[in-house]
């Protein structure tokens, strides 16, 4: 009896629909398409095609937006909040991103879009002005006018009634989010100056806190604002291509719902015609697609078939027994961004199978001693069910015993101290370092052939390396590189951020719009072209314009490289209108040897792959009417957006023995002789960044950024975060699976943050030797950046020719020139002064530009506390009201915060308020000319000096050079020392000054900032000083060029 209903079954399977979700919903609704207001013929737009579609309704969308009068409200009120409607930047945030969510998630917005526009709120401002009003009676409760609170006080007050004068709704708003985010008390002020200051820093939190409510509450506004209108627009959008028959991939399972909700004739058909629904990988199912199915497998009465009511959940819908069936395993439920819901597995197990479903038990793929150790881990990871958010692991059974040689896991990597860039640089080499064992050991590394049916030794396209995103990519590829290892990436999703992609792209830029220099001169200087600097430089002093529509100028030889590269762009700039988009690149790419020129990089195949697949993405752009170059660009550029997502598969040449790349999300399904799991070093337990809308039933609560998101967004995150974290679980244990015969775990990790690679090494720690070993760690050398930047060169060196003596002797004379000084600090001639034999190099800070404060003690030999200070002082003075003092106490506090010592805000408001006080403050404040932190350079001899001023001011006489110190001074012949080392570095200014401006310095004070007061000292007779430093000069430089040579040179002092 079983044998005649397998052989019927096996006669009707050509009857059977076998296919995706979506085709199911395809077929049926081709078959009944009037019932759900479809017209005969129905096409279904790829997704080039419907990310153009996309394009093209958001721009009506902004246009209509800003064209309504209804709306003017909403939309200048989102430029107040900073709410971005279009994006700034290719990669910046803006609502453009939340309507791309609302068209994949169109059917959810029902209610929203149904919902009345409403008025536009009045803001409420009243607890704003009762705070304010708290805060204007905390002055008359400090004992002290110089507290830094009251300062604070004081500021604040005058902001907000600034605020609060504004007549325009508008003004007041942008005022109010302005100065928001200074209105908190901090730690300013000295508890012993108030009557309470807990209670007076509660108060001018209290203001901020009802600044932050207002502008949040404009902000919740806005959003909720947008998102009705967009919700509307949306769905008038899925109607239009609803009447059109062209419908994009969501719409098919939405209207199949729709279809089984509403077509009492329809659903009688289906269930005739589809007596038994099986759902394949049914992890990956969403609440439409179940739904569809549920209602298609609905119990039959013997009166005909009873229509579950349209808003009946799922749930609740009795089903025929034996018509419906599930096949999935709930632990590779990955695809929540695409609405795989694992909590919808498992009611669907709990509804249907109750408490006896069918466990699939049996492992086919993976042998027994790396299935032993993924039973251990994951009986740790998961081991019990958490309801509606993960399943209970269930260990396997394994049915391949019998393997020869070492099979256990592989571990490599721990826990490193270390920041985030270096520790995957750590791991990348590791994994380089494995791949590169099993290429040069390969019989300690047995895999099982399935052709042969035999053990044999691996090759590099057994091994695939799986990382859960693309964070760590390019350090893999780099460390990959560096151990002479061939690999490919196989997931589309990384082919628009090559740098081959990016320089054809950048050429047909350059093509596109001759207007667009960056993308000219990238395109030039790319491989496609090949010209050089030097060449570039030379093109552009005869002067030559970087846009292709005009002729080179005459001084530029015609055999010039850029002149000729030039003339090809143009060639095809003329032909663009002729050409589509595809028929361009490929004309670009043949006519440049594109395909030849991938023989220079160590994989010419992947650089085939990639040209290859640009090329035809061009070719689906074009058939999909996408339009002309410009347009193809623009999209092209959505690509490279870290959100977009590229899903054609790249096939690999078929010949090509190279370790495979692929991320977790793209290797599902697969499976691999050998599996690396890498990329374990991205921190865990955060928020998702970047733009995001979660769901509350049919409510949307959307985040932009930080700072802009509705009001009830939070809550839904903290239970999104969570669910992350489970899948994340999910997401290990679908790598980890991937492995047939030999899988290898990174478990490199910051101790004390959580990551994949801390979960990896907590379920390896405890078993190592038993289920896993350890391949030894390899030594990674991190390069360290340059501490001072080379200089410019003033020498071109032409192309080698032939004659190499004379090229040999070109360059020599080229680095000698270069090994000069070409710009000494002001700072640096006091510490040559100090101590002949040293190096501006050993000391200057070129990252942050700032200038030592002690000459005669080196940075290393001082406390980090002091120069700290010195810094915190030389800011407060540059930003501080030199004539009231006005803000001083909270400026010292702020920038002694900055330079991380708190606790030395009162010495530093201290230091700041004696230099206040000296005459040659007041003599500036006086003169009505002066400037702070005045950058100062020009040329001396062969050199350049240049530094920054603290404070000049012009007299009628000439200029005047003051100098802030926070030096301790001691007695008078200590202090005439300092005077006499510092002089040198004013004398330098003032040459410069002299220089640059034609003016004449008259003085130069030394203003020594101590807590009892100021101590100012003039430097004794500048014109000495200033012969003396041009000497000196001289000598540095003349001391440079020697050593360079070997020599030694005195200074001359």
């Given at each position: 009896?079983?044998?005649?209903?397998?052989?019927?079954a096996?006669?009707?399977?050509?009857?059977a629909?076998?296919?995706?979700?979506h085709?199911?919903?395809?077929?049926?609704?081709?078959?009944?398409?009037?019932?759900?207001?479809?017209?005969?013929?129905?096409?279904?737009?790829?997704?080039?095609?419907?990310q153009?579609?996309?394009?093209?309704?958001?721009e009506r969308?902004?246009?209509?937006?800003?064209?309504?009068?209804d709306?003017?409200?909403?939309?200048?009120?989102a430029?107040?909040?900073?709410v971005?409607?279009?994006?700034?930047?290719?990669r910046?945030?803006?609502?453009?991103?939340?309507?791309?969510?609302f068209?994949n998630?169109?059917?959810?917005?029902?209610?929203?879009?149904?919902?009345?526009?409403?008025?536009?709120?009045?803001?409420?401002?009243?607890?704003?002005?009762r705070a304010?009003?708290?805060l204007?009676?905390?002055?008359g409760?400090?004992?002290?006018?110089?507290?830094?609170?009251?300062?604070?006080?004081?500021?604040?007050?005058?902001?907000?009634?600034?605020?609060?004068?504004?007549?325009?709704?508008?003004?007041?708003?942008?005022?109010?989010?302005?100065?928001v985010?200074?209105?908190?008390?901090?730690?300013?002020?000295?508890?012993?100056?108030?009557?309470?200051?807990?209670?007076?820093?509660?108060?001018v939190n209290?203001?901020?806190?009802?600044?932050?409510?207002?502008?949040a509450?404009a902000?919740?506004?806005?959003?909720?604002?947008?998102?009705?209108?967009?919700a509307?627009?949306?769905?008038?959008?899925?109607?239009?291509?609803?009447?059109?028959?062209?419908?994009?991939?969501?719409?098919l399972?939405?209207?199949?719902?729709?279809?089984?909700?509403?077509?009492?004739?329809?659903?009688?058909?289906?269930?005739?015609?589809?007596?038994?629904?099986?759902?394949?990988?049914?992890?990956d199912?969403?609440?439409?697609?179940?739904?569809?199915?549920?209602?298609?497998?609905?119990?039959?009465?013997?009166?005909?078939?009873?229509?579950?009511?349209?808003?009946?959940?799922?749930?609740?819908v009795?089903?025929e027994?034996?018509?419906?069936?599930?096949v999935?395993?709930?632990?590779?439920?990955?695809?929540?961004?695409r609405?795989?819901?694992?909590?919808?597995?498992?009611?669907?197990?709990?509804?249907?199978?109750?408490?006896a479903?069918?466990?699939l038990?049996?492992?086919?793929?993976t042998v027994?001693?790396?299935?032993?150790?993924l039973?251990?881990?994951?009986?740790?990871?998961?081991?019990?069910?958490?309801?509606?958010?993960?399943?209970?692991?269930?260990p396997?059974?394994?049915?391949?015993?019998d393997?020869?040689?070492d099979?256990?896991v592989?571990?490599?990597?721990?826990g490193?101290a270390?920041?985030?860039?270096e520790?995957?640089?750590?791991?990348?080499?590791?994994?380089?370092a494995?791949?590169?064992?099993?290429r040069?050991?390969?019989?300690?590394?047995?895999?099982?052939?399935?052709?042969?049916?035999?053990?044999?030794d691996?090759?590099?396209?057994?091994?695939?390396?799986?990382?859960p995103?693309?964070?760590?990519?390019?350090?893999l590829e780099?460390a990959?590189?560096?151990?002479?290892?061939?690999y490919?990436?196989?997931?589309?999703?990384?082919?628009?951020?090559?740098?081959?992609?990016r320089?054809?792209?950048?050429?047909?830029?350059?093509?596109?719009?001759?207007?667009?220099?960056?993308?000219?001169?990238s395109?030039?200087?790319?491989?496609?072209?090949?010209?050089s600097?030097?060449?570039?430089?030379?093109?552009?002093?005869?002067?030559?314009?970087?846009?292709?529509?005009?002729?080179?100028?005459?001084a530029?030889?015609?055999?010039?490289?850029?002149?000729l590269?030039m003339?090809?762009l143009?060639?095809?700039?003329?032909?663009?209108?002729?050409?589509?988009?595809?028929?361009?690149?490929?004309?670009?790419?043949?006519?440049?040897?594109?395909?030849a020129?991938?023989?220079?990089?160590?994989r010419?195949?992947?650089?085939w792959?990639?040209?290859?697949?640009?090329?035809?993405?061009?070719?689906?752009?074009?058939?999909?009417g996408?339009?002309?170059?410009?347009?193809?660009?623009?999209?092209a550029?959505?690509?490279?957006?870290?959100?977009?997502?590229?899903?054609?598969?790249?096939?690999?040449?078929?010949?090509d023995?190279?370790?495979s790349?692929?991320?977790?999300?793209?290797?599902?399904?697969?499976?691999?002789?050998?599996?690396?799991?890498?990329?374990?070093?991205?921190?865990?337990g955060?928020?998702?960044?970047?733009?995001?809308?979660?769901?509350?039933g049919?409510?949307?609560e959307?985040?932009?950024?930080?700072?802009?998101?509705?009001?009830?967004?939070?809550?839904?995150?903290?239970?999104?975060?969570?669910?992350?974290?489970?899948?994340?679980?999910?997401?290990?244990?679908?790598?980890?699976?991937?492995?047939?015969?030999?899988l290898?775990?990174?478990?490199?990790?910051?101790?004390?943050?959580e990551?994949?690679?801390l979960?990896?090494?907590?379920?390896?720690?405890d078993?190592e030797?038993?289920?896993c070993r350890?391949?030894?760690d390899?030594a990674?050398?991190?390069?360290?950046p340059?501490?001072?930047p080379?200089?410019?060169?003033?020498?071109?060196?032409?192309?080698?020719?032939?004659?190499?003596?004379?090229?040999?002797?070109?360059?020599?004379?080229?680095?000698?020139?270069?090994?000069r000084?070409r710009?000494?600090?002001?700072?640096?001639?006091a510490?040559?002064?100090?101590?002949?034999?040293?190096?501006?190099?050993?000391?200057?800070?070129?990252?942050?530009?700032e200038?030592?404060?002690?000459?005669?003690?080196?940075?290393?030999?001082?406390?980090?506390?002091?120069?700290?200070?010195?810094?915190?002082?030389?800011?407060?003075?540059?930003?501080?009201?030199?004539?009231?003092?006005?803000?001083?106490?909270?400026?010292?506090?702020?920038?002694?915060?900055?330079?991380?010592?708190?606790?030395?805000?009162?010495?530093?408001a201290?230091?700041?308020?004696?230099a206040l006080a000296a005459?040659?403050?007041?003599?500036?404040?006086a003169?009505?000319?002066?400037?702070?932190?005045?950058?100062?350079?020009?040329?001396?001899?062969?050199?350049?000096i240049?530094?920054?001023?603290?404070?000049?001011?012009?007299t009628?006489?000439?200029l005047?050079?003051?100098?802030?110190?926070?030096?301790t001074?001691?007695?008078?012949?200590?202090?005439?020392?300092?005077?006499?080392?510092y002089?040198?570095?004013?004398?330098?200014?003032a040459?410069?000054?002299?220089?640059?401006?034609?003016?004449?310095?008259?003085?130069?004070?030394?203003?020594?900032?101590?807590?009892?007061?100021p101590v100012?000292?003039?430097?004794?007779?500048?014109?000495?000083?200033?012969?003396?430093?041009?000497?000196?000069?001289t000598?540095?430089?003349?001391?440079?060029?020697?050593?360079?040579?070997g020599?030694?040179?005195?200074?001359?002092?």
């Amino acid at each position: 009896e079983k044998r005649t209903t397998y052989r019927q079954a096996v006669a009707d399977v050509d009857e059977a629909a076998i296919g995706t979700l979506h085709a199911f919903c395809l077929r049926i609704l081709s078959e009944h398409p009037l019932a759900v207001g479809l017209p005969p013929r129905v096409d279904i737009l790829d997704e080039v095609s419907s990310q153009l579609a996309f394009e093209r309704r958001w721009e009506r969308f902004v246009d209509a937006l800003h064209s309504k009068s209804d709306a003017e409200e909403l939309v200048m009120t989102a430029w107040a909040v900073d709410v971005r409607i279009e994006p700034r930047s290719s990669r910046s945030a803006s609502f453009r991103d939340v309507a791309a969510v609302f068209n994949n998630n169109w059917d959810r917005l029902g209610a929203l879009a149904d919902e009345p526009l409403t008025p536009w709120p009045v803001a409420n401002w009243s607890v704003l002005e009762r705070a304010v009003a708290a805060l204007a009676e905390l002055p008359g409760k400090c004992r002290d006018e110089g507290d830094g609170l009251l300062a604070l006080v004081r500021r604040m007050g005058d902001e907000a009634q600034l605020v609060l004068t504004q007549q325009d709704a508008l003004r007041r708003l942008v005022l109010v989010r302005q100065y928001v985010e200074r209105w908190k008390a901090g730690s300013a002020g000295v508890k012993k100056n108030w009557d309470d200051k807990p209670a007076a820093q509660a108060t001018v939190n209290a203001v901020g806190e009802a600044a932050n409510a207002i502008v949040a509450s404009a902000t919740d506004a806005v959003l909720r604002g947008l998102s009705a209108r967009l919700a509307r627009f949306t769905r008038e959008a899925a109607d239009e291509r609803r009447a059109d028959g062209r419908l994009e991939f969501h719409d098919l399972l939405v209207l199949a719902r729709r279809l089984v909700r509403t077509s009492d004739e329809t659903c009688t058909a289906l269930r005739r015609r589809y007596t038994r629904l099986l759902l394949d990988e049914f992890q990956d199912t969403d609440p439409i697609q179940i739904e569809v199915a549920v209602r298609i497998a609905a119990a039959v009465g013997p009166a005909g078939a009873v229509t579950p009511a349209p808003d009946q959940p799922w749930q609740e819908v009795d089903t025929e027994e034996g018509r419906l069936f599930f096949v999935g395993d709930p632990k590779q439920s990955i695809y929540r961004f695409r609405r795989a819901d694992i909590k919808l597995f498992l009611d669907a197990r709990d509804r249907f199978a109750g408490a006896a479903p069918v466990l699939l038990g049996h492992n086919f793929r993976t042998v027994k001693p790396v299935l032993d150790w993924l039973n251990h881990a994951f009986t740790t990871l998961m081991p019990e069910e958490v309801p509606g958010a993960q399943p209970r692991y269930e260990p396997l059974v394994a049915d391949r015993h019998d393997v020869p040689g070492d099979h256990r896991v592989v571990v490599l990597g721990g826990g490193y101290a270390v920041k985030a860039g270096e520790l995957r640089d750590i791991e990348a080499a590791a994994v380089a370092a494995a791949v590169a064992t099993i290429r040069d050991d390969p019989g300690a590394w047995p895999v099982f052939d399935r052709t042969t049916k035999k053990w044999r030794d691996p090759h590099m396209a057994d091994v695939t390396v799986l990382l859960p995103t693309r964070t760590s990519l390019r350090q893999l590829e780099d460390a990959l590189d560096a151990a002479d290892v061939p690999y490919r990436v196989d997931t589309g999703t990384l082919v628009y951020d090559t740098q081959e992609v990016r320089e054809v792209l950048d050429a047909l830029r350059a093509i596109d719009d001759p207007a667009d220099a960056i993308a000219l001169v990238s395109a030039l200087r790319s491989p496609l072209y090949a010209c050089s600097d030097v060449e570039l430089f030379t093109y552009h002093q005869a002067g030559g314009r970087w846009d292709i529509r005009l002729d080179p100028p005459a001084a530029v030889a015609a055999d010039h490289r850029v002149a000729l590269a030039m003339g090809h762009l143009r060639s095809l700039w003329e032909q663009r209108w002729w050409l589509e988009p595809s028929a361009m690149a490929l004309r670009l790419v043949e006519e440049r040897k594109a395909f030849a020129l991938a023989f220079a990089h160590r994989r010419p195949r992947e650089v085939w792959r990639r040209l290859r697949f640009l090329v035809d993405q061009a070719r689906a752009f074009s058939e999909a009417g996408g339009g002309d170059l410009r347009a193809f660009l623009d999209w092209a550029e959505l690509q490279r957006h870290e959100g977009s997502r590229v899903h054609e598969p790249l096939l690999p040449e078929t010949d090509d023995d190279a370790v495979s790349i692929l991320t977790i999300h793209g290797a599902k399904g697969l499976e691999f002789p050998i599996t690396v799991v890498s990329g374990v070093t991205t921190e865990l337990g955060k928020r998702r960044r970047g733009v995001q809308v979660h769901w509350d039933g049919e409510r949307p609560e959307v985040k932009l950024n930080k700072a802009t998101r509705t009001d009830n967004f939070d809550r839904l995150a903290d239970i999104e975060t969570e669910m992350d974290e489970y899948e994340r679980q999910r997401l290990l244990y679908v790598a980890c699976t991937r492995a047939r015969d030999h899988l290898v775990l990174c478990t490199h990790h910051v101790p004390g943050k959580e990551s994949y690679g801390l979960w990896l090494s907590g379920v390896t720690a405890d078993v190592e030797d038993s289920l896993c070993r350890r391949l030894p760690d390899v030594a990674v050398e991190m390069a360290e950046p340059s501490a001072v930047p080379a200089p410019a060169g003033q020498v071109l060196i032409p192309p080698p020719d032939d004659d190499r003596a004379t090229w040999v002797a070109a360059r020599t004379a080229l680095l000698e020139r270069e090994r000069r000084p070409r710009f000494l600090s002001a700072t640096a001639l006091a510490q040559l002064a100090a101590e002949p034999d040293w190096s501006e190099t050993d000391e200057t800070d070129v990252v942050s530009g700032e200038e030592t404060e002690r000459p005669t003690v080196r940075p290393w030999r001082r406390g980090r506390a002091a120069t700290a200070i010195g810094r915190a002082v030389h800011a407060t003075l540059e930003l501080v009201d030199l004539e009231t003092g006005e803000g001083l106490d909270d400026l010292a506090s702020q920038h002694a915060h900055l330079e991380a010592v708190p606790e030395a805000a009162a010495t530093i408001a201290a230091l700041a308020r004696s230099a206040l006080a000296a005459p040659s403050v007041k003599a500036a404040v006086a003169s009505r000319r002066y400037w702070r932190e005045l950058y100062v350079a020009a040329p001396v001899g062969e050199v350049a000096i240049e530094g920054y001023i603290d404070l000049l001011y012009e007299t009628d006489a000439g200029l005047v050079i003051v100098d802030y110190k926070t030096d301790t001074i001691g007695p008078d012949a200590a202090t005439a020392d300092k005077v006499d080392c510092y002089a040198r570095q004013l004398a330098g200014y003032a040459i410069v000054l002299e220089t640059a401006t034609g003016l004449t310095v008259t003085a130069a004070t030394l203003l020594f900032c101590t807590k009892n007061g100021p101590v100012e000292s003039a430097v004794p007779d500048l014109d000495a000083v200033r012969a003396a430093v041009a000497v000196q000069v001289t000598a540095a430089s003349a001391m440079k060029r020697n050593e360079a040579e070997g020599g030694v040179v005195p200074t001359g002092r």
